[in-house]
């Protein structure tokens, strides 16, 4: 009988202890950056677009409108996107690294208007590369403050 209550209890201890090992796993180890309410939501209504807009990059792409891929990345994504969508009043709450990747993302996606707008004269195999390579430097951007920040 005493046994068996041993067993009981090493078997329930395994269980919570099991549970919070993988609690820990699960951790999310992003920086919190803390928004006004509205001021998330705006956020949150751009990177919906941010991507819609890589999808319609990707579609274009895909029919080698690389002129329209360009047009999108450059108004949605772009240096020019940050006036246009008003991203300047949501990039002041954010710390300063996360402005950085912010840059990154425009800086990719202007770079990307010159390599397909090369690829939209050469329509080269090896312009199509740098067309898939350059759409990954967007992406690259996305994952990398993606890993880093949160705002819930
Ligand atoms: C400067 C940082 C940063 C960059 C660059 C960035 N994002 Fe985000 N994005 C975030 C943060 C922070 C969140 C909120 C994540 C959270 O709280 O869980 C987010 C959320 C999102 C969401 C979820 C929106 C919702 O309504 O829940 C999508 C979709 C998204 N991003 C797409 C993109 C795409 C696509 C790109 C690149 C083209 C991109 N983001 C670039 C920081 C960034």
Not at 46 to 51: G, L, T
Not at 130 to 136: A, D, L, N, T
Request: charged content about 25%; aromatic content about 6%; glycine content about 2%.
């Amino acid at each position: 009988m005493r046994s068996t209550k041993m067993i009981v209890v090493t078997f329930c201890i395994a269980v919570i202890y099991s549970f919070s090992a993988s609690a820990e796993e699960m951790s999310d180890a992003r920086q919190l950056i803390k928004l006004p309410k509205n001021i998330e939501s705006k956020m949150l209504i751009n990177m919906r677009d941010h991507i819609s807009a890589l999808d319609d990059i990707i579609a274009a792409v895909h029919k080698d409108e690389y002129d329209k891929a360009a047009d999108i990345a450059e108004s949605r994504l772009g240096w020019s996107s940050l006036v246009r969508r008003g991203d300047q009043e949501v990039a002041k709450h954010w710390a300063a690294p996360m402005k950085k990747m912010a840059d990154a993302m425009y800086r990719a996606s202007s770079n990307f208007v010159i390599v397909a707008q090369d690829a939209s004269v050469e329509e080269t195999k090896a312009s199509y590369k740098k067309v898939i390579g350059s759409i990954q430097q967007i992406t690259l951007s996305c994952r990398g403050c993606h890993e880093v920040f949160r705002v819930r």
